[in-house]
């Protein structure tokens, strides 16, 4: 057996083997940037998904706001109209009183 046959042998085994080991790198990294970018927009559809579940959320909310709003401004009329009431029949009750001869009282 030669010599020189023997190293060219080696050395082509190894460059055989050099380029397998590349091969295995090369399909091992990308197989794993394939799965963590699935893993990627898994995760980014769920964040979408959450979203608009918030979204949605925040209209209800606003539609209650705006609601509550409304019912507010309408009790500030009714206490208004109330007050005003109030103000007439507290202001008949001491025409009233005058008229029966009772002195003025001052509830100030």
Do not use: A, P
Request: glycine share 2%; no cysteine.
């Amino acid at each position: 057996m030669d010599w020189d046959n023997l190293l060219n042998l080696f050395r082509m085994e190894n460059l055989i083997y050099w380029i397998v080991t590349m091969i295995v790198v090369i399909l091992t990294t990308i197989k794993q940037f394939n799965r963590q970018e699935k893993n990627n927009k898994f995760k980014n559809d769920e964040i979408m998904d959450n979203l608009l579940k918030i979204e949605k959320q925040n209209v209800k909310m606003i539609n209650l706001l705006e609601l509550h709003s409304q019912d507010i401004k309408s009790l500030k009329k009714d206490v208004n109209v109330l007050e005003h009431r109030v103000s007439r029949l507290e202001d008949s009750q001491v025409n009233i009183y005058k008229h029966l001869g009772g002195k003025e009282i001052d509830n100030t």
